[in-house]
């Protein structure tokens, strides 16, 4: 069964296909590599092995569905997305004992697909946060050295599937959240085109910028993962109502003729060296594949961090409020009256960067300020969309660094908000304007993965998957492995 961990859907499919395993076999293996692993790994909340055997067992008897790919398959799912009845904290005290009564959208799908979770992951608390620092629980470590973050928020979506503790996984995006943790650990995210995949039942930070994505190994999995996620919801008044394509269907490695642009800013001062050299690399690989790389400009992107951490902080001090000590998850003890309730059970609920960024929120949406912060933000936003707009005007994608670094180590900038915050300088614009991007391996620094992003046009996903694919078979990066999964 140690040959499992490395294996990408396709192949796992087809041992499952042939009876060469059993979906109960892969299942008990997925949990006994997690238990052997995550001691160190932490990736991990809380573990759905029962439930998933039981599934599993089911499954084996009902037999594989050979046209299903996803059939049979353990998956991870971040902890701020609800799952009826297995505990969701969204890694922060005040959710510790919380468990849901209904089941959100994603996870209707993903049994639907027949997949298997297998737990809860790991992340920033509310998923606020870049290096998976703030969770209340644990801190997850990075695949590739254990010394360093895997990113944040979904730092443990990220590190289980680069560690081989599961094939893929879901995790949340709302400024980066899927594409940095895929930079630092090595793997393939996607953020889809908001609206693209529903939010019900997805625990909301800013609501205008959340986005449930993909983590894989390989970019053809993450394709046919968003395959199985995708598509209109009823229950979301922000789901978009188009056809959801297959996106596996165009991966045919033939981007001849493709027009990709190359943002002058994501290649400025604060970027390193080896990631400013690994994007122009990068570039030259897709010209020798027959696409045309031009230098652009999008000037307002340099905005993008004030913009969103105004916008975001105010959006999460309106969403934050129904966790009250009340209703559900934890209530202070210390406490004479009802205001004592209120005020107690969140200033011990909730951790330091979720209380900073209520805080920043509020300010901004206060009287006498909102015009001079919140407002500002959002024309400043329509600045950015009109930027990405104008450039998707003459080209079929935007390529750059992922993150301005590889992964830093643990605690170096914990208490350091503002250079936190600048870790997804290059990521939160795509949010603000509500586009795909999709992060995949593309070098090494000192032996830590540098992340290339691809950004789309809004809703064609499909020609980022083509473009990664065909980067991707071009060269041999995404083979690399950590040493936890027996690399050297």
């Given at each position: 069964?140690?040959?499992?961990?490395?294996?990408?859907?396709?192949?796992?499919?087809?041992?499952?296909?042939?009876?060469?395993?059993?979906?109960?076999?892969?299942?008990?293996?997925?949990?006994?590599?997690?238990?052997?692993?995550?001691?160190?790994?932490?990736?991990?909340?809380?573990?759905?092995?029962?439930?998933?055997?039981?599934?599993?067992?089911?499954?084996?008897?009902?037999?594989?569905?050979?046209?299903?790919?996803?059939?049979?398959?353990?998956?991870?799912?971040?902890?701020?997305?609800?799952?009826?009845?297995?505990?969701?904290?969204?890694?922060?005290?005040?959710?510790?004992?919380?468990?849901?009564?209904?089941?959100?959208?994603?996870?209707?799908?993903?049994?639907?697909?027949?997949?298997?979770?297998?737990?809860?992951?790991?992340?920033?608390e509310f998923a606020m946060g870049s290096s998976t620092e703030t969770s209340h629980f644990k801190k997850t470590v990075n695949a590739w050295d254990h010394t360093k973050v895997p990113g944040g928020s979904s730092g443990g979506s990220a590190a289980a599937v680069a560690a081989g503790q599961i094939p893929a996984s879901l995790g949340s995006d709302t400024g980066g959240s899927i594409r940095q943790p895929a930079a630092f650990n090595g793997i393939v995210g996607l953020k889809?085109?908001?609206?693209?995949?529903?939010?019900?039942?997805?625990?909301?930070?800013?609501?205008?910028?959340?986005?449930?994505?993909?983590?894989?190994?390989n970019v053809k999995d993450n394709a046919h993962l968003l395959n199985a996620i995708a598509g209109y919801d009823p229950k979301d008044s922000t789901s978009a109502g188009r056809s959801v394509p297959d996106f596996a269907a165009g991966l045919d490695g033939n981007i001849k003729g493709m027009k990709i642009a190359l943002p002058k800013e994501y290649l400025e001062e604060g970027v390193a060296p080896a990631v400013r050299q690994a994007v122009l690399d990068a570039a030259d690989?897709?010209?020798?594949?027959?696409?045309?790389?031009?230098?652009?400009?999008?000037?307002?992107?340099?905005?993008?961090?004030?913009?969103?951490?105004?916008?975001?902080?105010?959006?999460?001090?309106?969403?934050?409020?129904?966790?009250?000590?009340?209703?559900?998850?934890?209530?202070?003890?210390?406490?004479?009256?009802?205001?004592?309730?209120?005020?107690?059970?969140?200033?011990?609920?909730?951790?330091?960067?979720?209380?900073?960024?209520?805080?920043?929120?509020?300010?901004?949406?206060?009287?006498?300020?909102?015009?001079?912060?919140?407002?500002?933000?959002?024309?400043?936003?329509?600045?950015?969309?009109?930027?990405?707009?104008?450039?998707?005007?003459?080209?079929?994608?935007?390529?750059?660094?992922?993150?301005?670094?590889?992964?830093?180590?643990?605690?170096?900038?914990?208490?350091?908000?503002?250079?936190?915050?600048?870790?997804?300088?290059?990521?939160?614009?795509?949010?603000?304007?509500?586009?795909?991007?999709?992060?995949?391996?593309?070098?090494?620094?000192?032996?830590?993965?540098?992340?290339?992003?691809?950004?789309?046009?809004?809703?064609?996903?499909?020609?980022?998957?083509?473009?990664?694919?065909?980067?991707?078979?071009?060269?041999?990066?995404?083979?690399?492995?950590?040493?936890?999964?027996?690399?050297?």
């Amino acid at each position: 069964m140690t040959t499992l961990f490395d294996k990408d859907l396709t192949e796992l499919h087809d041992l499952l296909v042939s009876k060469e395993i059993s979906v109960v076999d892969l299942t008990k293996a997925t949990f006994e590599r997690i238990k052997a692993t995550d001691d160190v790994m932490n990736s991990f909340l809380t573990l759905n092995e029962a439930r998933a055997l039981e599934m599993a067992q089911a499954l084996d008897e009902k037999g594989i569905d050979e046209a299903n790919l996803l059939a049979g398959i353990p998956l991870g799912i971040k902890d701020n997305i609800i799952t009826k009845d297995l505990r969701t904290t969204a890694a922060s005290k005040i959710l510790y004992n919380f468990e849901p009564v209904y089941e959100s959208t994603v996870m209707e799908k993903v049994y639907d697909a027949d997949m298997i979770p297998i737990g809860k992951m790991n992340m920033d608390e509310f998923a606020m946060g870049s290096s998976t620092e703030t969770s209340h629980f644990k801190k997850t470590v990075n695949a590739w050295d254990h010394t360093k973050v895997p990113g944040g928020s979904s730092g443990g979506s990220a590190a289980a599937v680069a560690a081989g503790q599961i094939p893929a996984s879901l995790g949340s995006d709302t400024g980066g959240s899927i594409r940095q943790p895929a930079a630092f650990n090595g793997i393939v995210g996607l953020k889809p085109t908001y609206g693209r995949v529903s939010r019900y039942g997805l625990i909301a930070f800013a609501s205008s910028l959340d986005q449930i994505g993909p983590l894989t190994r390989n970019v053809k999995d993450n394709a046919h993962l968003l395959n199985a996620i995708a598509g209109y919801d009823p229950k979301d008044s922000t789901s978009a109502g188009r056809s959801v394509p297959d996106f596996a269907a165009g991966l045919d490695g033939n981007i001849k003729g493709m027009k990709i642009a190359l943002p002058k800013e994501y290649l400025e001062e604060g970027v390193a060296p080896a990631v400013r050299q690994a994007v122009l690399d990068a570039a030259d690989t897709f010209k020798k594949l027959g696409a045309t790389v031009d230098e652009v400009s999008l000037p307002y992107s340099k905005y993008g961090v004030a913009v969103y951490y105004i916008i975001a902080s105010s959006e999460a001090s309106s969403n934050l409020q129904r966790f009250d000590g009340i209703r559900y998850g934890y209530r202070s003890k210390n406490v004479k009256d009802l205001e004592d309730v209120y005020v107690n059970s969140r200033s011990e609920g909730f951790g330091m960067e979720v209380k900073r960024r209520i805080m920043l929120g509020t300010f901004s949406l206060s009287a006498g300020y909102y015009d001079a912060y919140f407002k500002k933000a959002g024309q400043v936003r329509t600045l950015i969309v009109r930027d990405f707009k104008k450039v998707f005007d003459q080209y079929d994608l935007i390529i750059g660094p992922t993150s301005p670094t590889p992964a830093f180590g643990l605690g170096e900038n914990i208490n350091d908000p503002i250079t936190m915050y600048m870790a997804d300088i290059l990521t939160i614009p795509v949010n603000l304007a509500g586009l795909p991007g999709m992060s995949l391996p593309a070098g090494f620094a000192e032996g830590l993965p540098i992340g290339l992003q691809l950004i789309g046009k809004p809703f064609d996903e499909a020609t980022v998957y083509k473009a990664g694919y065909a980067f991707e078979r071009a060269t041999d990066f995404h083979r690399q492995k950590p040493a936890i999964l027996g690399g050297e």
